[in-house]
């Protein structure tokens, strides 16, 4: 578990990291001092001893925690942690009232000992330090004081509370700076803020504590980054933050600071990086069928590499706005399609007793609607009832730009008992001729609409029966 959870906390700060799993014993620093020299480990994490015992009907685990480093030939860490058998959660998750969750709780407090004592003495993480103290002292001195072009940044967002704003040589792109103090809310109301989304919330509490939920930071900053595409900004708001701050000042430039997090500096330098506008927060869409991973991750991914297709080398921020504009034009027309063709078609339909239907399921107004993007033809299966009191799901094929309306002959109905409907008949017969089911959101297959519906012979269209 040790082992397991150091891999997980060191990756990212050591790529190469290396931590090995051994049974050998020790009795002395002699000893870890020979394992380490045997290994070639700079550092060796020992439990020499582990014991439980009850107190008021509850088990507790207490264990015995060393760490050795080779390079001062000392033990950084020799102390004993405790824990109960209540489940910390997180990381640390165990099954509630057994020993192994004694020794889960007890690692819980030994594991940010052992993490702080090898960052305090590492050579990397040192240096990583003294470069992270020189770009703090830049944003300071720099970065916070340098003016911006507020008419500039005025034309495209609001700029209440704004106090810094970056712009890329071309002014083509920006990152705009917000703060303010808010009243005091606890911590469970701002994680359940509806307007915030990746809400983050620095506080001075673990939030295994039972006050965590309970405590009011009351700064309140975020970013708004944006992208000029074809003449037109697309801006986002962004790390969203709820901390605490002596002051309105000292929270301006600690939160300010996360540019050391954005990659604004060159690698192990306090310089600013201009690729940090084509950075962490400036990703664009990439195409997933190239990645080396793809065969292996094909079926996680497929559904968002077809959801992405469309916006492939766009700007994040752009293709997301795009994609909630095409949603919402999807929407109304879905509506408005609904409303002003199919109604009226299925009302005639079953007033007349026209084309054995006289009765439609009631589905709350739920039409089924497969289509191609450009909406040229619109593919409807419905639950119909005929004379004869038979349900069944049978597919019609509206074309807009003529107002007809045809039944798609290819497929037969799929007879259902009463009462009985599911996804699955529809998935079914339209994903035995296409990839397609209902979570596309459009049916893009060029062959299937013009063969397997519009297809034609010399006698007209060979799948479609016309009904209006």
């Known amino acids: 578990m040790t082992q397991q959870y150091l891999t997980y906390r060191f990756y990212e ?117 003294q470069i992270a103290e020189q770009r703090a002292v830049y944003i300071n001195s720099t970065i916070y004081k340098q003016p911006f072009n507020a008419t500039l940044i005025k034309s495209i967002i609001n700029i209440n509370d704004i106090y810094q704003c970056l712009f890329n040589s071309d002014q083509t792109k920006f990152v705009a700076f917000f703060i303010k103090t808010i009243d005091t809310n606890s911590v469970k109301s701002l994680l359940t803020n509806p307007s915030d989304q990746n809400v983050k919330i620095i506080t001075s509490k673990d939030i295994r504590d039972t006050s965590y939920f309970n405590q009011h930071p009351q700064t309140y900053a975020y970013i708004v980054k944006g992208v000029k595409y074809n003449s037109k900004w697309y801006y986002e708001k962004s790390e969203v933050t709820y901390f605490n701050a002596d002051n309105i000042t000292e929270g301006k430039i600690e939160y300010l600071n996360n540019l050391q997090g954005w990659n604004f500096f060159k690698s192990y330098t306090a310089q600013p990086d201009t690729n940090f506008w084509n950075g962490k927060l400036f990703t664009k869409i990439q195409d997933k069928r190239k990645d080396p991973n793809w065969e292996k991750n094909k079926d996680i991914w497929e559904s968002e590499e077809r959801e992405d297709r469309d916006y492939i080398g766009l700007y994040e921020i752009v293709a997301d706005k795009m994609k909630a504009e095409n949603a919402a034009f999807d929407s109304t027309f879905r509506s408005q399609f609904v409303t002003t063709n199919l109604v009226p078609f299925y009302n005639k339909q079953i007033k007349s007793r026209l084309n054995h239907i006289v009765g439609l399921v009631d589905r709350t107004g739920y039409y089924s609607l497969v289509y191609p993007k450009d909406k040229h033809i619109i593919l409807n299966p419905i639950e119909v009832i005929d004379e004869k009191g038979i349900y069944s799901i049978r597919y019609f094929v509206f074309i807009p730009k003529t107002n007809e309306v045809y039944e798609w002959t290819l497929v037969k109905p799929n007879i259902l008992k009463q009462g009985e409907y599911t996804d699955d008949p529809i998935n079914k017969t339209i994903g035995a001729l296409t990839e397609w089911n209902f979570s596309h959101d459009t049916l893009d297959d060029n062959t299937f609409w013009d063969e397997k519906v519009l297809g034609k012979d010399t006698n007209g269209f060979k799948y479609l029966k016309r009904i209006e």
């Open 13 to 129: 700060k050591f790529p190469n990291c290396l931590i090995l799993l051994k049974d050998k014993k020790s009795n002395s620093i002699k000893d870890l001092q020979q394992i380490s020299g045997e290994e070639q480990m700079s550092y060796i994490l020992n439990f020499p001893k582990i014991s439980f015992y009850k107190q008021n009907n509850q088990t507790y685990c207490k264990l015995q925690v060393q760490l050795y480093d080779q390079k001062t030939n000392k033990l950084l860490i020799d102390n004993e942690y405790t824990g109960d058998w209540n489940n910390p959660g997180f990381e640390f998750s165990c099954q509630q009232g057994t020993m192994g969750c004694g020794i889960s709780n007890a690692m819980s407090f030994a594991m940010p000992d052992i993490i702080k004592q090898i960052a305090l003495n590492s050579t990397t993480l040192i240096q990583e330090k």
